[in-house]
């Protein structure tokens, strides 16, 4: 499958590294040009180009970039034929991308698909960094991690579906978007690490309402722990903290 990435920080160099070599036909993107990014992202079967080269004659084209960021990308985004299932990856955390961008409560996919007028599918925003970068696995493997995919269209969760599966995680089909905050930040799925027997339960208990405090209390401790907002710790430490925390 032709496949861009938008955004190679934590998230998109994993996807990126994981979908080449399943196979897929990869191109990344950055904000500052193909020439910036670093030559351990372009592994087997992916390359860098500009962003208007990721969005162009893909069939999925992955977001993964802050969603205070989302806008900017939204011109690239306008001229894709509806065929291409769009994914995004994005969280809001009003700390990093702004206190008033999302109003409380608001669905953060129901935002994006907003800013870009077109339909999206929410994936591999669960799980966290370390965690996407060490734990990918075959399919049937025991320990295999499962993420939730919601989608409004069939096609988009179809193929979002299959592309977290090839990138070494079980899918699990979340319903759509309107209900896609039982996967964000604060929520007993989210950076839990739980198998697919596992994920549904966990969609089941989340709470609107803790989702938020449970959001912004991880994230202080975060701060506490590595000194800063955007340096990822490990996936033990991580997941550690977020099963004590979401579930
Ligand atoms: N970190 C995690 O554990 C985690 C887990 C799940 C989901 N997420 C979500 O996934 C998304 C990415 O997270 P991350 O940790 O990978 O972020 P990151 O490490 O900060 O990387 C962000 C990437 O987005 C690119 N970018 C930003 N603005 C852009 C623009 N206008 N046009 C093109 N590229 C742009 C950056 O490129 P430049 O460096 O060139 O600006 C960079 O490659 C976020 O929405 C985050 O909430 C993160």
Redesign the pocket.
Known sequence: MRIGI???????RSLARNLGRSGHDVKV????GPQ?IPADVLTEGVRAVT?AEAAADVDALIL????S?IP??APAVAGLPSSVTVID???Y?PLRDGEDLLQPGRVESEWVIGQLGRPVAKA??????AS?AEKGRPSGAADRVALPVAADRPQDRELAMALVDDSGFDAYDAGPIAQSWRQQPGTPCYGTDLTLDELPGALAAADPERAPRRRDLIVAAIQEKVGDS?T?PSSDWSVALARLINM
């Open positions: 938008i955004g190679v920080g934590n998230i998109g993107a950055n904000s500052r910036t962003v993964s970039i802050p969603l960021s900017r990308i990856t994005s969280n955390y591999w925003n669960s799980i966290g960094s996407l955007t990822n």
